[in-house]
């Protein structure tokens, strides 16, 4: 089932183009968006979050035409979302700043004490979920952001550079976690890390310039870098060189 | 659920903390204005309410312009923004929580204040409390709270809180007075002597109609929610007309006196019997106590009848006394002395023996001086009754006075004392 529906979109900022005609369709399954910094990631991550509203194009998720506030709305109380820079509110503890989240989100008042325990249980923040976030690690706010982003057993997930912050034994908690949502809903990982990618997604999409340059399994964009194997510029695992390899690619024909 | 939200806005908003030296601040002040102040003695309540709550007022609302303005700032301030962006719940239903989590503490602040001004009310002078002014006094707090909310909502910055919280206080507190009819007017305010000129020394305090303060907590709540529309709305462009509208009501509410005077405040309440006592309806006080005590007086002047009774009520009721009130007035305050009903025999002996000049204040005020000082206490002992050895040489030589002798001297000494002629009372034998 298509969860996520993007026909011709395009974001400007000003007059320069952040993304440029972009088309995708998502279901289930975990999604990586890759693409070095500026590429447009989080500026894609916005628009699905209904943050931001695209300059062209349409944007429909779980159904709803985000164009329409009453869309918006709907989409919005299934929506999970990790903004890149999360803000928080430093005197309330985990616990309560997720239960705000949880009213934000107009969950269902019966469901939510319940719900937030098992969200902080999920990222593994119960013995803190008393501790006030101004209190927190960086690698704890992040898994706070967590789990206010899955409180509501969001079917689409959005989470601009998770894995930031994250310690390597976290960040293996963290796929497992991932792998755990993406079984039954879609979720969108953005990222910078290409490791990420290989390990949790079952997808990549890579951008760069605000184009889409390569959609495929992690597998494909590894084949990519099979060809020049002994160039070392490509990086050092076969994905990485893949993820060279097709920025070098489109470059090129870009120029050409 | 909602409920649990706020409770955690309350609890997590920081403010707690600081608002306590504040709050101590806010009520301390006027509890040290209105009780300890009083020193034991009376005070004039619909004074030292004005008084005191003024500052009470302009603290708590600049407090509560600050803390909302600050808080208004919040969401762009800790980059929550975004995150709040991307969820359904209405931005005002947000607004309007974390609102009511800052606007709560200036009203609590004010809360021991209010219990001041409750325990002063027991010795209320001018009538009942004005319970109504109080809740227009909180209604402005809450206004401005909403007032400083709307200026965070538009200018987002860390230096809008602290600039418009002292731009507030500098304009309320320099500029208030100046304007004879600002904003903090709208709170009624005691008018000396508007009304109570006819029947001087008499109607100290005009009260406002019973209406006047409920209108006016009514017209700050609707500014407090207009302002809270202008914050929160979606299309905010749209909403400053009606809001504008709103705040220019102001304009008849304040400048209108007449809306505020309760012309039939000053009416009398007077006693039963042939010669009524009348007690002016602010005083509070029951006629018939009143009666009583000037029962003795009123008898040995009932055979005077051409003596014009002390503030008659009006030409066709020329048996009524009217029970004066005995006020100073000082540079901040009026004071007014035990006007107990047990005094008011001694009060209307006063004001019948004194000398009406336009030269001096009129009888029993501080500032008279008698012009036949001898004549005056002679006659007031007399009308006590305060006859004996100890008692002045013309009191117990009008005791001595057969009646129609007595009769013929009383009426033309308090004749000449009433045209202020001292020429007419040369001639009086005096043993
Ligand atoms: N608020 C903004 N104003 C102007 N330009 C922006 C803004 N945000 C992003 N951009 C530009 O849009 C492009 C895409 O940025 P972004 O989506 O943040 O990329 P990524 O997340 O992949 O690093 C970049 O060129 C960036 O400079
Ligand atoms: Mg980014």
């Known amino acids: 089932m298509v969860t996520v529906r993007v026909d011709g979109l395009r974001a400007r900022y000003g007059g320069k183009l952040a993304l440029d005609g972009i088309n995708l369709r998502m279901g289930a399954g975990i999604h990586g968006l890759l693409g070095p910094n500026g590429a447009g990631k989080t500026t894609l991550m916005r628009t699905l979050a209904t943050v931001a509203r695209p300059s062209e194009g349409s944007v429909e998720l779980l159904g709803h035409d985000t164009a329409q506030q009453d869309g918006r709305k709907r989409a919005r109380r299934r929506l999970g979302y990790l903004p890149q820079t999360f803000g928080y509110y430093p005197g309330f503890t985990v616990a309560e700043f997720v239960e705000y989240m949880a009213w934000l989100k107009e969950m269902p008042k019966d469901r939510v004490p319940e719900a937030v325990e098992r969200a902080i249980e999920r990222v593994g923040l119960v013995d803190r979920a008393g501790s006030k976030l101004k209190k927190l690690s960086g690698g704890m706010l992040r898994r706070a952001g967590i789990a206010q982003a899955i409180v509501n057993d969001p079917e689409l997930l959005l989470l601009d550079e998770p894995t930031a912050g994250l310690d390597p034994e976290q960040r293996v908690e963290f796929r497992g976690l991932l792998r755990d949502i993406g079984s039954t809903n879609t979720v969108v990982v953005s990222t910078h890390l290409v490791e990420d990618v290989a390990i949790a997604c079952d997808e990549v999409t890579l951008f760069d310039g605000g184009k889409l340059i390569f959609r495929g399994t992690p597998n494909e964009l590894a084949e990519l870098g099979t060809f020049g194997a002994d160039d070392a510029r490509g990086g050092d695992t076969t994905l990485e060189r893949g993820y060279t390899a097709a920025l070098r690619a489109y470059r090129e024909r870009a120029v050409a | 659920m909602t409920a649990r939200v706020l409770w955690h806005e309350i609890r997590r908003s920081g403010l707690p903390l600081w608002i306590t030296p504040l709050l101590l601040l806010v009520s301390g002040l006027v509890f040290i204005q209105t009780l300890l102040r009083t020193g034991g003695q009376r005070l004039e309540w619909a004074t030292s309410i004005f008084y005191d709550m003024t500052p009470m007022v302009v603290l708590a609302s600049t407090l509560a312009l600050v803390v909302a303005a600050w808080r208004a700032g919040r969401e762009r301030r800790r980059g929550v923004a975004e995150l709040i962006e991307s969820t359904p719940r209405a931005s005002s239903q947000r607004a309007l929580l974390s609102w009511i989590s800052v606007a709560i503490w200036p009203v609590v602040s004010c809360l021991p204040a209010v219990v001041a001004f409750g325990s002063l009310s027991r010795e209320a002078v001018s009538g009942p409390p004005l319970f109504g002014i109080l809740a227009a006094g909180l209604a402005t707090v809450v ?289």
């Open chain 2, 143 to 431: 206004a401005y709270a909403a007032l400083g909310f709307a200026v965070g909502t538009f200018v987002p910055g860390r230096f809008t809180a602290p600039v418009a919280g002292v731009v507030s206080f500098v304009v309320t507190i320099a500029l208030g007075p100046r304007v004879p009819h600002g904003l903090l007017s709208v709170v009624p305010q005691p008018t000396y002597g508007t009304i109570a000129t006819n029947r001087s020394s008499v109607g100290l305090w005009d009260r406002p109609v019973w209406w006047f303060a409920p209108a006016a907590a009514l017209w700050f709540a609707a500014l407090a929610v207009a302002l809270l529309v202008v914050a929160t709305a979606r299309r905010r462009l749209l909403t400053i007309v009606p809001s504008a509208l709103a705040v220019l009501l102001a304009i008849p509410l304040a400048q209108t006196q007449v809306w505020r005077i309760d012309t039939a405040s000053p009416s009398l309440n007077c006693s039963d019997g042939s010669v009524r006592v009348c007690v002016p309806n602010e005083v509070g006080v029951a006629p018939n106590a009143v009666a009583t005590s000037t029962k003795p007086v009123r008898t040995r002047l009932d055979d005077l009848p051409t003596v014009a009774p002390l503030g008659v009520v009006d030409s066709t009721s020329a048996s009524a006394y009217v029970w004066p009130q005995n006020c100073r007035s000082y540079p901040e305050r009026i004071r007014c002395s035990s006007p107990r009903p047990s005094t008011a025999g001694e009060k209307l002996a006063e004001r019948v023996s004194g000398w009406q000049c336009s030269s001096s204040s009129s009888p029993g005020t501080p500032m008279y001086t008698s012009p036949a000082p001898r004549l005056e206490r002679g006659v007031r002992d007399w009308l006590l009754g305060r006859t004996g050895d100890s008692a002045s040489e013309i009191a117990r030589y009008l005791a001595t006075l057969p009646d129609n002798e007595r009769h013929e001297w009383l009426s033309r000494y308090l004749l000449a004392a009433e045209r202020c002629d001292v020429s007419a009372v040369a001639g009086l034998r005096v043993s």
